[in-house]
T-cell receptor
Framework: EAQVTQNPRYLITVTGKKLTVTCSQNMNHEYMSWYRQDPGLGLRQIYYSMNVEVTDKGDVPEGYKVSRKEKRNFPLILESPSPNQTSLYFC????????????FGPGTRLTVL | AQKITQTQPGMFVQEKEAVTLDCTYDTSDPSYGLFWYKQPSSGEMIFLIYQGSYDQQNATEGRYSLNFQKARKSANLVISASQLGDSAMYFCAMREWDDKIIFGKGTRLHILP
């Protein structure tokens, strides 16, 4: 089954404790992206990647890191999480750009205390 | 300035009526794409419809159509014959030349029986 998976689905952590949210897709997609969703703000793009070893900042990259060492994986790293990073995070992928629709993962709800 | 504006935070519509969700966008790029997504209360993001800036005809997908008025920079989603299952959050999004994707803040649609 074609899908985007994220782990963990739920995470409660404390300020400053490094964490990684994994994202994997099995559709051989080139484009992958991370978003955060906050009430009243919609989805905001954090980082995106056009292909292996190519990443670019979205609108809200501060406090996040990503890497794209393999085509299928695009982990989101929070080196020193803070409470304002408490949010719902979505990973998404598409075959390419332009008209290609994005397939979204199920979301990761992160709480930073 | 917001690049994607959804002016209706919430809407109530009687079942079986048609509904129009507004979306205006701001870009100086001649090549862009516009998307609509649905997010039910379960949280997943569901792709509904796509319109390219060079597409001559308005996009349609089943009960969904996109009323694309390029000169006005609007891309309204029209849902015909609404159903109870259409109750959800709806997001308009735009992909620009640099492949960043910008989402609007969303419209919460309530279908009344």
């Amino acid at each position: 089954e074609a899908q985007v998976t994220q782990n963990p689905r739920y995470l409660i952590t404390v300020t400053g404790k490094k964490l990684t949210v994994t994202c994997s897709q099995n559709m051989n997609h080139e484009y992958m992206s991370w978003y955060r969703q906050d009430p009243g703000l919609g989805l905001r793009q954090i980082y995106y990647s056009m292909n292996v070893e190519v990443t670019d900042k979205g609108d809200v990259p501060e406090g996040y890191k990503v890497s794209r060492k393999e085509k299928r994986n695009f982990p989101l790293i929070l080196e020193s999480p803070s409470p304002n990073q408490t949010s719902l995070y979505f990973c998404a992928s598409s075959f390419s750009t332009g008209a290609d629709t994005q397939y979204f993962g199920p979301g990761t709800r992160l709480t930073v205390l | 300035a917001q690049k994607i504006t959804q002016t209706q935070p919430g809407m109530f519509v009687q079942e079986k009526e048609a509904v129009t969700l507004d979306c205006t966008y701001d870009t100086s790029d001649p090549s862009y794409g516009l998307f609509w997504y649905k997010q039910p209360s379960s949280g997943e993001m569901i792709f509904l419809i796509y319109q390219g800036s060079y597409d001559q005809q308005n996009a349609t997908e089943g009960r969904y159509s996109l009323n694309f008025q390029k000169a006005r920079k609007s891309a309204n989603l029209v849902i015909s014959a609404s159903q109870l299952g259409d109750s959800a959050m709806y997001f308009c999004a735009m992909r620009e030349w640099d492949d960043k994707i910008i989402f609007g803040k969303g419209t919460r649609l309530h279908i009344l029986p």
